[in-house]
Nanobody
Framework: QVQLVESGGGLVQPGGSLRLSCTGS????????VAWYRQAPGKERVFVAS???????YYLKSVLGRFTISRDNAKNTVYLQMNSLKPEDTARYYC?????????WGQGTQVTVSS
């Protein structure tokens, strides 16, 4: 059983930065696809960024150039560095992983961008 635990969310002013972490337990994450999604109140959950075992990354167009996804295999952790945050980035951020033939979600971490 894989467990994903997100951390690093919080309240930040527009233009600020946060780094989210997604730490896996029960299975190593390095060989697998891991992504970040976000869900704002009243809206659908949407893809934000992903990274695979070859370190290929993809991003939602609106975060390109501001967010960076990376992984530290020694810590079994995937990060999402978020810079130049905007109020429209406010959402609950979820970690998602595909391990073998199963997929897993974390419980999410709240990010609020407000002055």
């Amino acid at each position: 059983q894989v467990q994903l635990v997100e951390s690093g969310g919080g309240l930040v002013q527009p233009g600020g930065s946060l780094r989210l972490s997604c730490t896996g337990s029960g299975h190593i994450l390095s060989p697998y696809f891991v992504a970040w999604y976000r869900q704002a109140p009243g809206k659908e959950r949407v893809f934000v960024a992903s990274i695979d075992s070859t370190l290929t990354t993809y991003y939602l167009k609106s975060v390109l150039g501001r967010f960076t996804i990376s992984r530290d295999n020694a810590k079994n952790t995937v990060y999402l560095q978020m810079n130049s945050l905007k109020p429209e980035d406010t959402a609950r951020y979820y970690c998602y992983a595909i391990v073998d033939t199963d997929d897993y979600w974390g419980q999410g971490t709240q990010v609020t961008v407000s002055s």
